[in-house]
């Protein structure tokens, strides 16, 4: 039997990733964010939604730019530490041993130790009701070479080790069970 749940706890599990923001080093801040994903493929667009409230929103709006850093499981307790301190109150870059690098074509940082990064330009911005949705332009993509298979080009995902939320838990990805396409491709048949 199927239980009803309240609308607000339909699609899980949710990526769990570290949102950089800020013009400026003085200003850099880290922002744990779940309501995030891809939207169109071209042009590259992805969004995060963020409440108004929160301290990396207010930069976020000025500046127009921000950093979508993929978490893992070295990153785990970075990406629950830095949703639930604010940065008013702290350098979460300083307190959770993160390196801030600059980024290609934004403002806003990169963190060094995420295996991939994601540069946005926001296009607009929509107010949904607890949370805004900044709808993003991808400008830049920049992935740690550790994590490229040499022969095929391909991200490895499964070696970056990636977490997800859901629930108000946090889960390590697992098993790769097949690819796009494989439930359809034609068996290969041997000649004779």
Known sequence: MKQNWKPGTVLYPLP???????????????????????????????????????HSYAIIRRTG????????????????WCGVRSGRDYDKF?????????????????????PVNIECRVRQVLPLGTHDMFLAEVVGVQADEAYIDP???????????PIVYSHGE???LGEALGHFGWSVRKKKTGRR
Not at 151 to 161: N, P, S, V
Request: aromatic share 8%.
């Open 65 to 80: 730019e921000f950093v979508i850093n993929l978490t893992t499981r070295r990153l785990a307790r970075a990406a629950d």
């Open 151 to 161: 022969q095929t080009g391909r991200f490895c995902l499964e070696r970056a080790d």
């Open 16 to 54: 769990a990733v570290l949102v950089s923001c800020g013009a400026t080093p003085d200003e850099y801040n880290l922002l744990t964010v779940a309501w995030t994903g891809t939207v169109c493929s071209d042009p590259p667009m992805c969004y995060i939604s963020v409440r108004p409230e929160r």
């Open 94 to 114: 300083r307190e959770m041993g993160l390196t801030a690098v600059a980024s290609e074509k934004v403002a806003a940082p990169v963190v060094a130790e995420s």
């Open 170 to 172: 946090y889960f390590a």
